[in-house]
């Protein structure tokens, strides 16, 4: 069972989450917290494995006692919030939460593949251990220099620490654009664009239909249209989702693939399930050069090692490399 405590300062909201983790049947919940600082005593006296974190809470938020109990305790911190307070849920990503939902995921409307997405997601940030960085390449093959006009990136849980602390190190200069699909389980896209262009000195985005990328610029594909790139520039592609994904990066890394051919790099960084591995395979066949963030790295393997099973990743890289990759691959070149 996966010890759960339960931390918002709404009884109802409590309880409808109780209800929703405790119909599964594989969550005990050993506690319940109405503020943040309640929510650090609970969780140094329960050690659960998984707490459910609202932002927005009487005596200490969210984001203070996520910063607390990171002090004692490696444990899967989940913030529920609301979409009004998205911003502040992604910065709590940053200072040690593993995914965030909105609280209408919670209710009894929701779909059977979106619960069972929820669930499968919060028994794998349960069971995350504490990682420690690598400081080499796990793995690499010889690519040769080519003139690169456009970087694109898939994500999943973990995707927008990962990104925070790509885009923290990327320059202003960095000559080309890049496109991303992030998998946005809690519909919080416009909140996650305004936070990660927060962080970086490039442009970041919602991507909006024909717009041709350009330098200096970072495009965010939206919640529930799969993005796509071809000769008029961006567009959307409306049907069904691809592998339990929508927006799914297999779409963006095979259409990027078309267009630009072996003047693309694709990046596949944490993330559960295979998305981006069939993309990786089309951007490889391009010509194309590809890179998979490591496993030490990743907060979930499943995405990078599907990309590196395919056998058509040229680099593995620790998170803390695939900037200054990035950089060097570009060369500097408009």
């Known amino acids: 069972m996966i010890r759960t405590l339960i931390v918002d300062d709404s009884p109802l909201a409590r309880s409808i989450i109780r209800d929703f983790l405790e119909n599964e049947g594989s969550f005990e919940i050993v506690g319940e ?69 909105a609280k209408d995921n919670f209710t009894a409307n929701i779909g059977d593949s979106k619960r069972s997405e929820i669930f499968n997601t919060l028994k794998h940030i ?14 690499g093959l010889n690519v040769i220099q080519k003139k690169i ?39 919080f896209d416009k909140g996650f664009v305004q936070w990660l262009d927060g962080y970086s000195q490039l442009n970041i985005q919602i991507a909006e239909e024909g717009i041709y990328p350009s330098r200096g610029n970072v495009y965010v594909g939206p919640t529930e249209k799969h993005l796509i790139i071809g000769p008029s520039g961006i567009a959307f592609n409306d049907s069904g989702p691809v592998n339990s994904q929508k927006p799914a990066a297999d779409f963006l890394f095979k259409s990027a693939a078309e267009q630009y051919g072996s003047s693309l790099v694709s990046v596949v960084l944490t993330g559960m399930g295979d998305d981006g591995a069939e993309g990786t395979r089309a951007v490889k066949n391009a010509g194309g050069i590809t890179i998979a963030q490591d496993e030490a790295t990743s907060m979930i393997y499943g995405m990078p090692q599907a990309a590196v099973e395919t056998g058509c990743i040229d680099m593995v890289l620790p998170l803390n490399e695939i900037a200054d990759k990035l950089i060097s691959l570009t060369g500097g070149e408009s």
């Open 33 to 101: 917290a109405e503020d943040g600082r309640d929510s650090v005593d609970k969780a140094r006296n329960y050690n659960p494995d998984l707490i459910t974190m609202d932002y927005d809470m009487p005596v200490m938020n969210g984001l203070d006692a996520i910063v607390e109990i990171r002090k004692f305790s490696q444990c899967g911190i989940v913030v529920i919030s609301t979409h009004d307070t998205a911003k502040l849920a992604y910065e709590a990503a940053v200072n040690g939460a593993h995914e965030f939902y």
């Open 126 to 139: 349960a069971n995350i251990k504490k990682k420690f960085p690598s400081q080499q390449e796990a793995a």
């Open 149 to 187: 006009k456009c970087v694109v990136i898939a994500s999943s849980t973990g995707g927008p620490m990962a990104l925070c602390q790509l885009f923290s190190v990327l320059p202003s200069t960095f000559p080309v654009p890049i496109l991303i699909v992030q998998h946005n389980t809690s519909g």
